[in-house]
């Protein structure tokens, strides 16, 4: 018997109003909702009804300071998130949180209630925060440097770990016969004191239904890709082209491999942003629309803020000057400052073309076509050492999701890519994840005598028919896509 086919994993990823910067600005969009909650249970519910495996939500401990332009501004996500676990029933649930803006011990209390309240649905994207304003929120001088900051998330994920495993599954007894409520054998203090933090321990909350919520993780510098194959069981990332992707795919994989991780069980979902039309020239003209709507001024600070470029409206239409772009320092360790930089030394584009590339997803991949030729893009990603699955990033919402899910979904399901109902409940079961066992629970087996005892369950672990893994030296030039950019 053959074993199933690999299937494609798909996130809705919201960002208020949609990705596009100019989407409060399109005639289809309803600004007055963005601070509705019921727009996104309503949004959250449709990409249920698609079988999607999670919904993502950013997050950023600081106001972009381009928020007069764009509908740049930050909802709580766990705030955010029990109102949508309260109106689904099966979607996945991923909120972004800093290590360099939080403390471990509230945020592992934050994401076990989640995972409790949705019943196992709970993912945590792992950031170290990129925005140096956001220092000044938080008593801080200067914000963190890029290495010092991974150095404080590398400790900052095991101590949280330890935290979610501090209760074993069999500690919550709840047996009113003996009048016995928790194992206390069975609940572990932590005791950590590192370079960074100090954190005693036991959580006062029983482990979760997926044992810890699933490590997502955006980041594809040095330090986020030897992040990501430490510790990430999702990889949320953005390139421009097919050889770029593959590139990452390859390593990433190769480094989770190299740390004794199986690298199927690391899925890499780069963002995708689609301008759906029933011909090309008319998902065109939807993009170039919205471009037409996009303010200089909110564009020319982007730029700025990632390239370190001071420019003005009177040159939008002149090469982006690339003698002007520092390559050394802290931006220069950034992952979206070399995407973007690739960009301007591959395409020589104008300034103006340059900032409709960028406005569009930040960075990520934006494509314009029929149904067909978004399905065949995806396809092609997936099938060639690209993807995993994609995060799925409308320009405009909720009408760039609907059409997507209307027109592209289904192409999708009839060329067996794409589940037609959940198999799980989980987000683990969506992602083909195992159930993690607690660190703590060999020790105390050891110390009842019960070594070798059968390990906890876990959740639903098939085995896809695997997708051969390139090495970065195997990696193609750029293979023809059915969408150009």
Do not use: C
Not at 92 to 108: H, K, M, R, V
Not at 356 to 381: C, F, K, N, S, Y
Not at 396 to 420: K, N, T, W
């Amino acid at each position: 018997m053959s074993a199933p086919r690999r299937q494609l994993h798909l996130n809705l990823f919201v960002y208020p109003g949609g990705h596009h910067e100019a989407a409060w600005r399109y005639h289809g969009s309803d600004p007055a909702r963005l601070l509705d909650i019921g727009f996104y249970q309503d949004l959250a519910r449709r990409a249920e009804a698609a079988t999607f495996d999670a919904v993502f939500f950013a997050d950023g401990p600081s106001l972009p300071d381009n928020v007069r332009y764009a509908s740049r501004f930050r909802l709580e996500p766990f705030t955010w998130l029990s109102a949508i676990a309260a109106a689904t029933e099966r979607i996945g649930l991923i909120a972004t949180a800093s290590t360099t803006y939080s403390e471990p011990y509230n945020l592992a209390r934050l994401f076990a209630s989640l995972d409790h309240l949705s019943r196992g649905r709970a993912g945590w994207n792992i950031v170290t925060t990129g925005a140096p304003d956001a220092a000044a929120n938080f008593g801080l001088d200067a914000h963190p440097v890029h290495a010092e900051r991974y150095d404080r998330a590398r400790e900052f994920v095991d101590v949280v770990g330890k935290l979610w495993d501090s209760w074993e599954d069999e500690a919550l007894v709840a047996d009113p016969a003996t009048g016995v409520f928790a194992d206390t054998d069975r609940v572990h203090r932590v005791d950590h004191r590192g370079r960074h933090l100090a954190v005693r321990g036991p959580l006062n909350t029983p482990r979760t239904p997926q044992g810890r919520p699933v490590y997502v993780q955006a980041g594809s510098s040095e330090d986020g890709r030897a992040f990501a194959a430490r510790y990430a069981e999702a990889v949320f990332t953005a390139h421009q082209t097919l050889a770029s992707a593959q590139e990452y795919y390859a390593d990433v994989k190769a480094r989770a491999a190299a740390l004794g991780r199986d690298p199927e069980r690391l899925l890499v979902l780069p963002g995708v942003s689609p301008f759906i039309g029933s011909t090309e020239a008319e998902a065109r003209a939807l993009q170039e629309e919205f471009n037409e709507l996009t303010q200089p001024g909110y564009s020319l600070d982007l730029l700025r803020r990632l390239l370190g470029l001071e420019l003005s409206e009177e040159e939008l239409d002149g090469p982006v000057p690339r003698h002007l772009i520092e390559t050394g320092g802290e931006r220069g360790n950034g992952s979206r400052f070399q995407l973007v930089l690739d960009i301007v030394e591959r395409e020589r584009p104008t300034v103006r073309q340059l900032l409709h590339r960028l406005a569009g997803a930040r960075g990520h991949r934006v494509v314009a076509g029929t149904p067909e030729q978004i399905a065949d893009t995806l396809q092609l990603w997936f099938e060639q050492g690209a993807a995993d699955g994609f995060n799925v990033m409308p320009p405009h919402l909720p009408g760039g999701f609907d059409v997507f899910a209307d027109e592209v979904v289904p192409l999708l399901r009839r060329r067996g890519l794409f589940r037609e109902a959940y198999q799980g409940t989980t987000l683990r079961d969506h992602y083909g994840l195992t159930r993690p066992e607690s660190v703590y629970a060999t020790r105390t087996a050891e110390a009842h005598g019960t070594a070798g005892a059968a390990a906890a369950p876990t959740a639903a672990d098939p085995t896809p028919t695997p997708v051969p893994v390139p090495t970065p030296a195997e990696v193609p030039a750029r293979q023809k896509e059915h969408v150009p950019s």
